[in-house]
């Protein structure tokens, strides 16, 4: 049973140019959740999503960043127009229901930007 | 949100020592995990405990959800324990709080 797998696993874009971050929850999993963690920091929560629903955005920057979990295909983080501050490790989590459910993480994709 | 405090932020082990880190939160919860950051990057699931003890080989943990601690143990330390020992909470939200870890160095 493969994990929550989550590509690119590096991305390297130039300031002004549009990141797009994918994750693929476990088998089974509906539940999609995603954190950033900035260097020498603990995860922050950005966004939750069920198939094709916004959950709970509470986290996301207001501006340039979106999200979304088509019925088909992975869940995508995109962040438009990057800029420096955005360099962080974007990690994806998956549950199999919502509330208790343990969650399970994928690698993480490091963005950098130059 | 939930406050988390992870302490110590920082320990330094020799090869075959046990440790205890701890993890305070600020209010209730229903969810609790412990998880590793290796040195590569990637979060290892250890223990999800909202309350009492397990074991899983040479680590344990402990959750007193009633006074909002859990406490990790690491017995007989390895090098390949080093990394970032990270505790997360939940409540009725949608979120895990995490702490800001405790990093561990584990030298031969």
């Known amino acids: 049973n493969a994990g929550v797998m989550q590509n690119p696993r590096h991305l390297v874009r130039r300031r002004g140019q549009e990141a797009r971050l994918r994750c693929s929850p476990m088998?089974?999993?509906?539940?999609v959740y995603w954190y950033r963690q900035l260097p020498e920091e603990g995860l922050k929560f950005m966004v939750y999503?069920?198939?094709?629903?916004?959950?709970?955005e509470s986290g996301m920057p207001k501006e340039r960043f979106s999200a979304e979990f088509p019925k088909e295909g992975p869940s995508i983080l995109r962040i438009q127009q990057v800029v420096r501050g955005d360099s962080a490790a974007y990690f994806c989590?998956?549950?199999?229901?919502?509330?208790?459910?343990?969650?399970?993480f994928g690698p993480g994709t490091r963005l950098t930007v130059t | 949100g939930i406050q988390v405090e992870q302490s110590p932020p920082d320990l330094i082990l020799q090869e075959g020592a046990n440790s205890t880190l701890r993890c305070n939160f600020s209010d209730s919860v229903n969810n609790l995990q412990w998880f590793h950051q290796n040195p590569w990057g990637q979060l290892i699931n250890l223990f999800y405990i909202p309350s009492g003890t397990k074991q899983n080989g040479r680590l344990s943990a402990t959750t007193v959800a009633t006074e909002r601690y859990s406490l990790l143990y690491i017995s007989s330390s390895q090098t390949t324990d080093s990394g970032v020992y990270f505790c997360a909470v939940r409540n009725t939200g949608n979120q895990f709080y995490f702490g800001t870890g405790t990093s561990l160095t584990v030298i031969p």
């Open positions: 989590a998956s549950s199999p229901v919502r509330g208790l459910g343990e969650q399970y």
């Open positions: 088998k089974g999993h509906s539940h």
């Open positions: 999503l069920q198939k094709e629903n916004i959950i709970d």
